[in-house]
């Protein structure tokens, strides 16, 4: 099945012309920035078709002549072709807004072939444009949307919903060509995962990409507080929703959310090509953490810290190994834990402040490599 990128032309490959925002003379042509380095990166390494899709008010009537219109469509072309920007098709609607054409951005009408088509996978396409109607056209194709938002209230007159409502469909949001390529090479290393046993029910929302926005909820007070730091401190966005028998005691919610974490980050982290995969350490006040992590493929720990009290908070200290273990099992990588310092409570949130930099550290990558951090030539 093939992916589409639907991109709209004004605004996005060329920039718009306001007031009128009629581009009908060259003297009102210019290429939208960086945008020939990056869509050619996309047409060359990414294996998605493109396809144009604009809104041309009126053309080929006497407030927009066809002669005005096709030397400048045909020299935007040829200048994308030259750089092996090829697009399989071009579609052009010509009404006005107040036509309500079901052809019109942000209807679908001029669309239709590709939709219901076993040959596309249109879930996994994307709408690039400038306008908050090339949103709602995503919406209407159900896929996502890359907006190009140098102005929201371009289009704010031709949508149906709210622009609250279309928040969901928007996959990106920037005025830069280089993110957009960034984000359609890379992607966003987001995972849902469960694990349900007749002990616990565990669901985990992992996006390795994210900003540090973290749902904690297991029933154990000082364990959501320390995997709440595996969010704010690497930077990722997690939610953990963990039902386990509690009534019984700890043991299988806190195992079996170090088994959940580690199965989300494995998926997550499938492709490690531009990855660092290594990464290491942080101190807390007295306290002094050391966590060296490897995201190789096989699991591994030693673990140099003791703790003279029996719990913090709810959490028995022996069950700290146990999740660390637990999850270097899953994840299938390499931990080295140690810690020294007086204090229980900053000795463990400084083991998982640490871990959370190790992971920030090990994940990130350049969008610009495809360099698979290993010599055996897999991970």
């Known amino acids: 099945m093939k992916r589409i990128l639907f991109i709209d032309r004004d605004g996005t490959l060329i920039n718009e012309a306001p007031p009128t925002y009629q581009l009908d003379s060259f003297d009102k042509l210019t290429f939208y920035p960086n945008m020939f380095e990056y869509m050619g990166r996309i047409a060359r390494e990414l294996d998605y078709e493109l396809v144009m899709v604009t809104n041309q008010d009126g053309l080929g009537t006497a407030a927009f002549p066809e002669d005005t219109f096709w030397p400048l469509q045909n020299l935007v072309m040829k200048s994308l072709e030259g750089e092996?920007?090829?697009?399989?098709?071009?579609?052009?609607?010509?009404?006005?807004?107040?036509?309500?054409?079901?052809?019109?951005?942000?209807?679908?009408?001029?669309?239709?072939?590709?939709?219901n088509n076993p040959a596309y996978d249109i879930a996994n396409s994307y709408v690039i444009g400038d306008r908050i109607t090339d949103v709602q056209l995503a919406k209407n194709l159900g896929c996502k949307a890359i907006w190009l938002n140098n102005d929201p209230d371009l289009g704010a007159?031709?949508?149906?919903?709210?622009?609250?409502?279309?928040?969901?469909?928007?996959?990106?949001?920037?005025?830069?060509?280089?993110?957009?390529?960034?984000?359609?090479?890379?992607?966003?290393?987001?995972?849902?995962?469960?694990?349900?046993?007749?002990?616990?029910?565990?669901?985990?929302?992992?996006?390795?990409?994210?900003?540090?926005?973290?749902?904690?909820?297991?029933?154990?007070?000082?364990?959501?507080?320390?995997?709440?730091?595996?969010?704010?401190?690497?930077?990722?966005?997690?939610?953990?929703?963990?039902?386990?028998?509690?009534?019984?005691?700890?043991?299988?919610?806190?195992?079996?959310?170090?088994?959940?974490?580690?199965?989300?980050?494995?998926?997550?982290?499938?492709d490690k090509r531009g990855m660092e995969r290594y990464g290491f350490a942080l101190p807390m006040d007295e306290a002094d953490a050391k966590v060296l992590i490897d995201f190789g493929g096989r699991n591994w720990i030693v673990w140099n810290a003791e703790f003279k009290r029996e719990r913090i908070g709810e959490m028995p200290t022996e069950m700290f190994f146990h999740f660390f273990k637990s999850f270097s099992d899953a994840a299938r990588c390499n931990l080295n834990i140690e810690c020294h310092g007086d204090n229980e409570h900053h000795k463990i949130e400084a083991i998982f402040k640490a871990f959370a930099k190790a992971i920030r550290m090990a994940v990130k990558r350049d969008p610009l490599s495809n360099y698979l951090p290993s010599t055996k030539g897999v991970l």
């Open 84 to 115: 092996g920007i090829h697009f399989s098709a071009v579609h052009i609607d010509r009404t006005f807004p107040k036509d309500n054409a079901p052809t019109r951005k942000p209807g679908t009408g001029m669309l239709t072939q590709y939709l």
């Open 157 to 270: 007159g031709e949508i149906k919903d709210k622009v609250a409502e279309l928040r969901p469909i928007i996959a990106l949001e920037t005025t830069l060509w280089s993110i957009i390529y960034e984000y359609l090479k890379l992607g966003l290393r987001k995972v849902v995962h469960e694990r349900n046993t007749n002990e616990t029910q565990i669901k985990i929302e992992l996006n390795v990409d994210g900003s540090g926005k973290g749902a904690i909820y297991t029933g154990l007070g000082f364990f959501d507080h320390m995997l709440d730091q595996i969010a704010r401190h690497g930077k990722m966005d997690l939610t953990v929703r963990a039902n386990g028998d509690l009534h019984i005691d700890e043991h299988h919610t806190i195992e079996d959310t170090g088994i959940a974490l580690g199965e989300a980050f494995a998926k997550a982290l499938a």
